[in-house]
């Protein structure tokens, strides 16, 4: 049975950064297509930033250009690096694994950021 664990989450202040990790056990990341989501209070998930099996990165618009999702295989690991962070960025972060009949998520990070 695949399990993702997410780290890295906390508490930064506006304009600062936090590199949210998830690893996987029992699965491969680069098997499937991996992304990380997010949802806040009173809003509906959201996707953040994805990375195809080939490697191909998406990105929502409001966090283009701030952070950046990469997988280290030898690892069995994805990230989440995120800069210059804003307080509209705090919620719940969740890493995803997605095969062609089934996917995985990971419990949640909780990131906040103070203004």
């Known amino acids: 049975q695949g399990q993702l664990v997410e780290s890295g989450g906390g508490l930064v202040q506006a304009g600062g950064f936090l590199r949210l990790s998830c690893a996987a056990s029992?699965?491969?990341?680069?098997?499937?297509?991996n992304g990380w989501y997010r949802q806040a209070p009173g809003k509906q998930r959201e996707l953040v930033a994805h990375i195809s099996v080939d490697g191909t990165t998406t990105y929502a618009d409001s966090v283009t250009g701030r952070f950046t999702i990469s997988r280290d295989k030898a690892k069995n690991t994805v990230y989440l690096q995120m800069n210059s962070l804003k307080p509209e960025d705090t919620a719940v972060y969740y890493c995803?694994?997605?095969?062609?009949?089934?996917?995985?998520w990971g419990q949640g990070t909780q990131v906040t950021v103070s203004s």
């Open positions: 995803t694994v997605k095969f062609l009949l089934e996917e995985y």
């Open positions: 029992g699965i491969t990341f680069s098997n499937g297509d």
